[in-house]
């Protein structure tokens, strides 16, 4: 039942990884999880619930591992190693504006496991010199590009543009696609007036939302590498639907809660 579920998820071109336990007495057991349940028994429900999670961390990124918990899914144990197979292309990021941001972006995100494509009108800035981490540098303008795109939920896309003439058609198409992140450069007062604009232009105040502006998350960061830390920080808490405050500050247990999965 396992191998016609994960049949079907491959056919129809969904991301899945299969969890297979490599030791003790249910040596071979395997769980199947997809982006929204999972199918399966390891030997513990509790070790189920973190092969979930660990399993769809590594569908976000499109990569493998092996992984040690306890037999009750205690975070630090040898007791069962279980090997992930995530079955995901790596998700895209799309970083539009090759300035010095740009190149810190195209490094951090390469590191998070996303192919990254930095965009720029401007051939003198995108060049692969200039942006050598960047899987690709495209010159285009970046509203024409994104709109012929392939974007999904796992998609990030990163606007340093910064630049009205840029910004706002760009945001128009990014607010029309399923990203799962959208970010844009700028000052409070730089956003307001992008906002102003994109509602002069008819974007709803339920698409605005969406924008995250100023980009990253507040921790004060000044270069364009401790920005890119602050952006990629916050693309993984919007996938998690975390509020990214300090572990100390906070209630919630360390790693959301997963849903149990289901006998195959």
């Known amino acids: 039942m396992i191998f016609e579920r994960l049949a079907a998820a491959l056919r129809a071109d969904r991301p899945v990884a299969l969890v297979t336990r490599l030791d003790g007495a249910h040596a071979g057991a395997k769980l199947l999880v997809s982006e929204d349940d999972a199918h399966g028994d390891l030997g513990t ?28 899914g205690e975070p ?14 790596k998700p895209v990021m799309y970083v539009f504006g090759a300035i010095d941001f740009s190149r810190a972006m195209a490094r951090i995100g390469k590191y998070l496991g996303y192919h990254v494509t930095v965009v720029d009108a401007r051939p003198v800035f995108a060049t692969k010199q200039r942006l050598p981490d960047a899987d690709e540098v495209v010159v285009a303008w970046p509203d024409e590009f994104l709109s012929r795109a ?31 992140y959208i970010g844009a450069m700028g000052s409070r007062r730089t956003h307001a007036n992008r906002v102003e604009e ?6 709803s105040e339920q698409d605005l939302a969406r924008i995250s502006a100023p980009i990253g998350l507040d921790i004060g960061a000044r270069t364009p590498e401790e920005t890119a830390i602050s952006i990629a920080a916050e693309i993984i808490a919007t996938r998690e639907q975390r509020a990214g405050g300090r572990l100390s500050d906070g209630s919630e247990p360390v790693h959301n809660a997963r849903a149990p999965a289901t006998p195959a």
């Open 198 to 203: 994109l509602r002069r232009v008819g974007i």
């Open 45 to 72: 429900h509790l070790l189920n619930a973190a092969a979930v999670g660990e399993a769809r961390a590594l569908l976000a990124v499109g990569e493998n591992a092996l992984r040690s918990f306890g037999e009750h």
């Open 150 to 180: 392939p974007v999904n939920a796992r998609t990030a896309l990163i606007v340093l543009t910064h630049d009205v003439k840029f910004d706002i058609p760009l945001l128009q198409v990014a607010l029309r696609t399923p990203a799962g």
């Open 76 to 89: 630090v144990g040898v007791e069962v190693r279980l090997f992930i197979e995530a079955f995901a292309p």
